[in-house]
Antibody, heavy 123, light 112 residues
Framework: EVQLVQSGAEVKKPGESLKISCKGSGYSFSNYWIGWVRQMPGKGLEWMGI????????RYTPSFQGQVTISVDKSIRTAYLQWTSLKASDTAMYYC????????????????WGQGTLVTVSS | QSVLTQPPSVSGAPGQRVTISCTGSSSNIGAGYDVHWYQQLPGTAPKLLIYDNNDRPSGVPDRFSGSKSGTSASLAITGLQAEDEADYYCQSYDNSLSGSVVFGGGTKLTVL
């Protein structure tokens, strides 16, 4: 069974750093792109970026480039989303999801999603 | 402002048919990229509903169907049920944004 299990909810202060995780199981981890999606409270889905675990090829949507870092440790089948200095506007639910087909380019659908990690940034 | 445009809300009575539109441009849907649809029930992660314009993953009822034409796509739901009340998002790929996945703004379906 394919599963993506995300790390638990976080409460942080502005300016703090944070790294959340997404652990995959039940599939060939290295061969499927893993993307990250932001959902701010009461708002829609926003694509942040994506990484290919096989070679760590990473792409960011322009609005998130330089704001976050996406990384992966394929030895433990885990992808990460990281901030160096959080802002109140980073308060959101963050989802990871895997592309439905192995390899290839970034275009495609995402058929398995993590349960989400709620990040709250407040002073 | 989302790259793909969806109506903020649609509604229908149980048993009725509703459609949700997704309008893009020549750099995404019009460029031939496939459209996919997700259903998000309150408090849950998105779930893939339709992929590659009109295919359904295993387990998705055939009451849900998708279509694509030109720079637009549509999701149709027939035989509306109370459990269909959710947010629906279209998704595609855009080749003008350094190559990026793009979502529609989402549509809230209310079952009257």
């Amino acid at each position: 069974e394919v599963q993506l299990v995300q790390s638990g909810a976080e409460v942080k202060k502005p300016g703090e750093s944070l790294k959340i995780s997404c652990k995959g199981s039940g599939y060939s981890f290295s061969n499927y792109w893993i993307g990250w999606v932001r959902q701010m409270p009461g708002k829609g889905l926003e694509w942040m970026g994506i990484i290919y675990p096989g070679d760590s090829d990473t792409r960011y949507t322009p609005s998130f480039q330089g704001q976050v870092t996406i990384s992966v440790d394929k030895s433990i089948r885990t992808a990460y989303l990281q901030w160096t200095s959080l802002k109140a506007s980073d308060t959101a639910m963050y989802y990871c999801a895997i592309k439905g087909e192995p390899g290839g380019g970034v275009a495609g659908y995402f058929d398995y999603w993590g349960q989400g990690t709620l990040v709250t940034v407040s002073s | 402002q989302s790259v793909l445009t969806q109506p903020p809300s649609v509604s229908g009575a149980p048993g009725q048919r509703v459609t949700i539109s997704c309008t893009g441009s020549s750099s995404n849907i019009g460029a031939g990229y496939d459209v996919h649809w997700y259903q998000q029930l309150p408090g849950t992660a998105p779930k893939l509903l339709i992929y590659d314009n009109n295919d359904r993953p295993s387990g998705v009822p055939d009451r849900f169907s998708g279509s694509k034409s030109g720079t637009s796509a549509s999701l149709a739901i027939t035989g509306l049920q109370a459990e269909d009340e959710a947010d629906y998002y279209c998704q595609s790929y855009d080749n003008s944004l350094s190559g990026s996945v793009v979502f529609g703004g989402g549509t809230k379906l209310t079952v009257l």
